[in-house]
């Protein structure tokens, strides 16, 4: 019997937290993202690292307790925020991400990233999918093709995937999912012509010793 995020996340590999934030909450936050992302120039659609660094609003998100309540719970007392990430499809965007896991891109200790949904996410605007339990197969050869120009040069090779076994995680905006790094996932490509946006964050057991990471500059102690 699973009765908390903790047996659940090692079980699945992923939690999720309904409306971890408000409507209002949720609101904010992407109209803040566009300012951002305006502000910086980045007007196309794809990926933009380091939101905390832009704007006090996101490093204030990536602290909120009832959060940081449910970390300590899966990581343990010391948690350590590094890094986030504003992932922004657009009505017109069509393109999906492959089948991966996040492992390789860091290495070290493992990490916890929480996707927050800013949109609503379903299969027709690219909500995430998820094979759950995959983590515990640890850390996979990644060698699909990587062709196609659309970066994650870390890819899993759909021969790896089981699609009876695939988890298509709807969700509702303010919506959270932690997940493993070594969990496989992907998304459906948008083809609704509604906009997809998330917040991705990125953690750690401050316990454990790791490389300095580059992309890590706003890293911070959140709990421990």
Known sequence: MVTTFKEQFDLQGYV???QLFSQEEIRMLKEEARAVLDRIGMNKVGVYVGMSIA??????????PELVAALKEI???SVIFLSDKIVYKNASTDFG????????????????????????AAPA???LRVVPGSHLL?????????????????????DEIDESQVADL???????????????????????????????STYKDGTLEDPDYPWALAAFTVSG
């Open 97 to 120: 991400s492959p089948w991966h896991q996040d492992y390789p891109y860091w290495e070290g200790s493992h990490k916890f990233s929480v996707w927050i949904a800013l949109d609503d």
């Open 138 to 158: 640890g850390a996979v050869s990644h060698g699909g093709d990587a062709s196609d120009g659309l970066g994650f040069d870390n890819r899993l090779g759909r």
């Open 16 to 18: 999720v937290l309904p």
């Open 55 to 64: 704007s006090g609003m996101f490093k204030t998100a990536a602290a909120k």
């Open 170 to 200: 709807h969700a509702t905006k303010g919506d959270a999912i932690i997940f493993h790094d070594l969990l496989f996932h992907s998304s459906y490509r948008n083809t609704s012509g509604h906009d997809r946006w998330a917040l991705i």
């Open 75 to 77: 990581i343990g007392d």
């Open 125 to 127: 605007n690219g909500c």
